[in-house]
């Protein structure tokens, strides 16, 4: 079942006109949406629930906790924009906290795809997760991380390019830009490894720790507040294994509640672009 | 033994007087509602995934629902007398783990939601089971009661019945001094819903209003209750929202529900 919360214009109707008894518009109403999903999985139902990522995530999220995580149903949170997709919407429409606030909770699988692809083999990989299930999910079909080829599996991370000297751990559709990255690098003489890191939860604690082994530098980028994303993920795995490598990361470290502008102009105002990426990392490489 | 308000009573001041708890007045306000739909309402066997569905949204007074499940011959008497120990499944709200517990409640809110999408999954599959859902008056003050309330009626759920336990206060006063709830009935059907004004203490009447409902919009019962009835020094006092009771005091409780 698709239940949306009135968004999906020019995105749902595939699903709806395929299906009409299955779809739902509940309305402006993310609280009740949970709240229905909840009620239509206790009686067996798999209900996907879709809005952009904010009202998805931080609306109703203590009735997802109540909802879907208390009672352990297979409840699919969808959504839609993570990061500063929105752009111009501004703030109201980022998602900057949603995969800290989701990952916090021990049982809810948290998947954020790096293209459609991924997203695609994400969503047949967890069909039978008993638990519910945040897709952290970019708006932007058109981006395909090269190499990545449409690989998932839950709790492992997917390397996409090799390297000796460091490791970039990218979270969602911002991989493309820490891939960008790494060739800027390579034409510098440094050679990195890139891994897409999209189960966030379960972490995929022994991937990183192997990914990591014997580096001096780790990075993460992802379009997420610095705490609770993927780099606080690292961050947790490089002290608990006790590994002496240094951590650089790449993330949004200030609210973003001032001027606006489109994705890509919000990300490089965080230094996400590929360029500022190889410009850091390569400062940091030459410090080591 | 039939089960009646005055049955679940007993169990109520037994339970909260051994666990030293509060919430009795909660409890004692719904007592006859719990009895009405324990006593013969409600349709199925806990293990029955065709049974009727109960959300007790106003999760404090999970005492009355424990009573009322111990008394239809759900919940064994040795259970019972674990709330509110260590290593229970009776909190002092409800939750799903425990046999006869649909779903987990505790925060105000959320048991209405819950229930539309328990009266819609019945819907889909075709079943006839429907779904009761028990509100506070003023668990009426969150807005998420409204968007349910809003959804239920557009795809008329008419196997969707909720229950206001009107008792007119919450936790730090009386509700027409925090945020008035009047015209509640109106409010209700205004917002598409079949209204039925009860006697919520009126176990026949409750019973009787409750039988017949399953097709056209929701359905609402507005059961106009006395918070704490049956121990006239608890009905209508603030205080017996939170306080236990002392030896004296449950003595006088006993005393006057006739134990």
Redesign the interface.
Known sequence: MLLTADLGFMALEPFSDAFP?RF?N??V?E??M????????????VPFIYSIAPFATLRPY??IR??PL??NLPVRVVGVGGGMEYGQNGLSHYALEDVAVMRAQPRMTVVAPADHMQARQAVLATAGVPGPIYFRLGKDDAVVVPGLDGAFELGRIQCIRDGADAAIMAMGPIAVEALGAAELLAARGFDCAVAVVAGLNPPPSDDLAMLLSGRRLAVTVEVHYANGGLGSLVAEVVAERGMGVRLLRQCVRTMPDHLVGSQRYMERMFGLSAEQLAEAMAQELAAL | MPITGQGLRRHILHQSKRANVGHIGSALSVADILAALYGGVLRGEPDDPDRDRFVMSKGHAALALYAALHMAGHLPQDVLDTFSRDETLLGVHPHHGLAGVDFSTGSLGQGLPMGAGAALAAKLQGSRRRVFVLLSDAECNEGSVWEAAMFAAHHQLGNLVAIVDLNHQQALGYTKDVIALEPLEDRWRAFGWDVHSVDGHDQEALAGAMAGLSAGPPHVLVAHTTFGKGVSFMESQIRWHYMPMDDQQYLAALVEIGD
């Open positions: 008894g739902f509940v309305g109403a609280q009740n949970v709240g229905l999903a909840t009620g239509l999985a206790e009686a067996g139902l203590e009735f109540d909802g208390l009672h």
